[in-house]
C-alpha cells in the first residue's frame, strides 16, 4: 500500500485522469490547479520553433513552480501532454463537432502524445520525465465515428486526443507503443519511483 509518509505532495492540475491515476496508486495529495496561459505559452514556444516535447516539458514546469511559489515545502507535480501528428499541434477540442473533425483528421495517422512530469520544490523544479508514446488509429467507419461519439458523450472533450483509450477509445486504434500511464497523461511509475526516493512513499 502506498502511503505518504513525509512532504505533502499537490497535484498542481484540474485534469480529472491524472488525480484518478494517482489516487489509484494510493497517493493521499491535495490538488491545486495551476493558472497558466497555455494557450500564449504554445503560440510564443510554436513560433521560437519548440518541440512538442519542449512545450509539454515548459507547460509542466511553469504549472509546478507556480503553485510552488505559494506552497514552498510541498512537492509540487505538474503535468502537460501535447498531441502531434504530422507536424500539427493539436488542442481539446471545445464542441462534440470539434470532436468528430479532431478524430477525422488523425483516421489512419500515427500521432505521438509528447508527455512530461515536473516536481518542484521551494519555487525551483527539481526532476522531470519526458516520455513521448506513439498511438496509430486504424481507418474506421464514419458509422464507428458516429456510434462511438454517442456514446462517449462530452467525455471526449476533456482529453486533447478525444478518446478514452480505458475504454471503448482503444477501439479506435491498431497499434500502441507506450506506458499505458503515460498515454493517460501521468508517467507514473517514473514519478512513483521519484517519490520513493524522497520517501514520500513507501520503499
Known amino acids: 500500500m502506498v502511503q505518504e509518509t513525509r512532504q505533502p505532495v499537490i497535484l498542481a492540475s484540474s485534469s480529472l485522469s491524472r488525480a484518478k491515476v494517482l489516487r489509484s496508486a494510493g497517493l493521499k495529495f491535495d490538488i491545486i490547479p495551476a493558472k497558466v496561459d497555455e494557450d500564449g505559452v504554445k503560440t510564443t514556444l510554436r513560433a521560437e520553433?519548440?518541440?512538442a516535447a519542449q512545450?509539454?516539458?515548459?507547460l509542466a514546469e511553469l504549472k509546478a513552480v507556480k503553485v510552488s511559489q505559494s506552497h514552498p515545502r510541498a512537492l509540487i507535480v505538474g503535468a502537460d501532454q501535447m498531441l502531434e501528428c504530422n507536424g500539427r499541434w493539436f488542442d481539446k477540442p471545445t464542441s462534440m463537432e470539434g470532436v468528430k473533425t479532431h478524430l477525422l483528421?488523425?483516421?489512419?495517422q500515427t500521432h505521438t502524445l509528447a508527455t512530461s512530469v515536473v516536481v518542484a520544490l521551494n519555487g525551483s523544479r527539481i526532476w522531470h520525465h519526458n516520455a513521448g508514446p506513439s498511438l496509430s488509429m486504424r481507418n474506421?467507419?464514419?458509422?464507428?465515428l458516429d456510434?462511438?461519439?454517442?456514446e462517449v458523450g462530452e467525455v471526449a472533450l476533456s482529453s486533447v486526443g478525444a478518446y478514452q483509450l480505458e475504454g471503448r477509445g482503444v477501439q479506435l486504434f491498431d497499434n500502441i507503443e507506450g506506458n499505458f500511464f503515460t498515454i493517460l497523461g501521468?508517467?507514473?511509475?517514473?514519478?512513483l519511483s521519484f517519490l520513493r526516493e524522497h520517501k514520500v512513499v513507501t520503499q
Open 49 to 51: 520553433g519548440a518541440s
Open 55 to 58: 512545450c509539454a516539458e515548459t
Open 140 to 144: 474506421f467507419t464514419t458509422n464507428f
Open 186 to 191: 501521468l508517467p507514473l511509475l517514473e514519478l
Open 105 to 108: 483528421s488523425l483516421r489512419g
Open 147 to 150: 456510434e462511438y461519439i454517442s
